[in-house]
């Protein structure tokens, strides 16, 4: 069983940035695969990003280059950097990982982008 519990959302002006965090507890380790998805009003979910260990996997052409995913092992945290934010980027951004055959969410974080 593994818990996936997101911070960092908000609003924030086009051009700007935010940090969002999710924090993993629960049987994981550094070696499982975590990663962030969002969903923007009207559409699927659609990845974002995934790492795993330290080993960035892929990121959504629509954000490479100016989102960051990173990872602390030791708190079993994953983080994603989003810079020059657009208001496309308007979705609920949820943590992900896979273990033992089974998906697991977070609760979701907002984030805004709007002037």
């Known amino acids: 069983q593994v818990q996936l519990v997101e911070s960092g959302g908000g609003l924030v002006q086009p051009g700007g940035s935010l940090r969002l965090s999710c924090a993993a507890s629960?049987?994981?380790?550094?070696?499982?695969?975590m990663g962030w998805f969002r969903r923007a009003p009207g559409k699927q979910r659609e990845l974002v990003a995934t790492i795993t260990s330290n080993t960035v996997l892929n990121y959504a052409v629509s954000v490479k280059g100016r989102f960051t995913i990173s990872r602390d092992n030791a708190k079993n945290t994953v983080y994603l950097q989003m810079n020059s934010l657009k208001p496309e980027d308007t979705a609920i951004y949820y943590c992900?990982?896979?273990?033992?055959?089974?998906?697991?969410w977070g609760q979701g974080t907002q984030v805004t982008v709007s002037s």
């Open positions: 992900w990982t896979y273990l033992s055959g089974l998906n697991y």
């Open positions: 629960g049987s994981i380790s550094s070696r499982d695969t």
